[in-house]
């Protein structure tokens, strides 16, 4: 029979590593808490078209990365309705799905973040994989900049609790309103056209389906071309560039360095005005850690009426990439499962597995372990490894005397306690 493995691209995070992802998702939302966001809980499958429409036909998500469509019945291969579903590749089009579904906006401008799953079929290497973790966070119903600069305040604030602040920079673009962009992309697919030989071929292929994608390219003889192309900037209208202006005027006040990078325009289709990536030179070429922006025009797009969208701005952080990072600059010290481990005779194990119950009732935030009834050598071996602080041990003499012994692991001292007496920790 074949070995059943985990998927390609699909990862288990074992007790020591998960106890690490806790403590950094703890930090996280405490800011999340400290700036007044609430949480959403999503699902992870929808309807196909919401990606189709939500993320946009010409982004790598959706023209190569969509991942499995899952049926609603596996044994008979189709849901009731024959529809297509997917797992969600990213946050935040199922995220203004329902806000639009709940009409979560009507008098209020709500303020949402979430974490989880997503899925893309990429091809897996360090910091990329197929099923990965983000924090997406949507601001919505503000078109003002503090609303930009405020996500961008919150993430340095988060980088700055996670000891990682030193090693991420801010990058920071503007991609302009769309009436502005199509002037500039009629500009931009002249010039990229006069030099079509030159570019690569995603680059070639990119030039009618999403030119602006073109700026992003490795390819260094693209690059080499693209210094002569002309500039986004210089397309802008007065509004862009003054909300643009603000935004880094926040960052000015808020203490928070940035570079503008004209080439940035991040990969999904629905991003107007400011585009910012949080970016680290310890990943290699999985640099960006968290990338967001604004998307005035996505919810009128998802409720299939332009006319009624309303302003937003999001961004997504990619939790596996963190978590490299933070291994590699600020790694958070192994912890221990366990503060206490009771160990017994076999023949007192029940007095044992009684008091144990008790101590974990009237101590509710200790964590309290226990072997099995093997033997008590076995057991020991199991407390000594456990790196607990202390070790209970019951015998036939303590179940006798109503005591526990209490070992403190670090001194080897041994004191015996009354077994009703919770204290000893
Ligand atoms: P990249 O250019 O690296 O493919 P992206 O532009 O596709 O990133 P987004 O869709 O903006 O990424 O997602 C936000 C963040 O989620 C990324 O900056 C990254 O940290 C993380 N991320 C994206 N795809 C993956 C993946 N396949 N595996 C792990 N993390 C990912
Ligand atoms: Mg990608």
Redesign the pocket.
Same mark, same amino acid.
């Given at each position: 029979m074949t070995k059943l493995t985990a998927i390609r %691209?699909f990862n288990d995070i074992l007790p020591a590593e998960s106890a690490k992802w806790r403590k950094v998702e703890h930090i996280l939302m405490q800011v999340l808490d400290a700036y007044g966001f609430g949480q959403i809980r999503l699902p992870m499958v929808e309807n196909t078209d919401l990606f189709a429409r939500g993320v946009g036909e010409a982004t790598?998500?959706v023209e190569k990365?969509m991942f499995g469509v899952v049926h609603g019945n596996q044994n008979t291969g189709a849901d009731e309705d024959d529809k297509s579903f997917t797992l969600r590749?990213?946050g935040t089009a199922g995220c203004v799905r329902a806000v639009i579904e709940h009409n979560l906006t009507r008098g209020d401008t709500p303020k949402l973040w979430y974490m989880g799953a997503?899925f893309?079929y990429?091809r897996?290497q360090k910091?990329?994989?197929?099923? *990965?973790?983000?924090l997406g966070v949507e601001s919505i119903g503000s078109p003002l900049p503090d609303a930009d600069a405020e996500l961008i305040a919150m993430t340095a604030m988060m980088w700055r609790r996670l000891g990682v602040f030193e090693h991420v920079s801010l990058e920071l673009n503007t991609l302009g309103e769309a009436h502005e962009r199509i002037a500039y992309k009629t500009a931009l697919v002249e010039y990229l056209t006069a030099h079509f030989d030159g570019l690569d071929d995603d680059s070639q292929r990119r030039v009618s389906t999403n030119p602006l994608r073109v700026l992003?390219s490795k390819d260094e003889q693209t690059q080499a071309i693209l210094l002569g192309a002309p500039k986004l900037s210089d397309f802008l209208g007065e509004e862009s560039r003054l909300h643009f202006e603000q935004v880094q005027n926040y960052l000015h006040t808020l203490g928070i360095d940035f570079v503008i990078n004209q080439k940035l325009v991040? %990969?999904?289709d629905y991003y107007n005005k400011t585009v910012f990536?949080?970016v680290t030179d310890k990943l290699g070429?999985?640099?960006?850690?968290?990338?967001?922006g604004r998307y005035d025009g996505l919810i009128g797009i998802i409720k299939g009426k332009p006319e009624q969208s309303e302003p937003a701005v999001g *961004?997504?952080? %990619?939790?596996?990439?963190?978590m490299l990072l933070i291994e590699a600059v600020n790694p958070i010290a192994d912890t221990t499962a366990c503060d206490v481990f009771v160990v017994a005779g076999e023949n007192v194990y029940m007095n044992a597995v009684l008091y144990a119950n008790e101590l974990r009732t009237h101590r509710p935030n200790l964590r309290v372990k226990m072997a099995s009834a093997t033997s008590l050598k076995s057991q020991m071996k199991k407390a000594d490894k456990s790196g607990a602080g202390f070790t209970v041990i019951i015998g036939d003499d303590e179940v006798s005397s109503q005591t526990v012994s209490v070992k403190n692991m670090a001194t080897g001292e041994q004191v015996s306690y009354a077994m009703m007496d919770f204290d000893f920790y």
């Open positions: %691209g790598d998500i990365e590749p990213e997503m893309r990429e897996p910091g990329r994989y197929r099923q *990965f973790a983000q992003d991040r %990969g999904l990536e949080w070429s999985q640099a960006t850690v968290c990338g967001g *961004f997504a952080m %990619g939790l596996e990439r963190l």
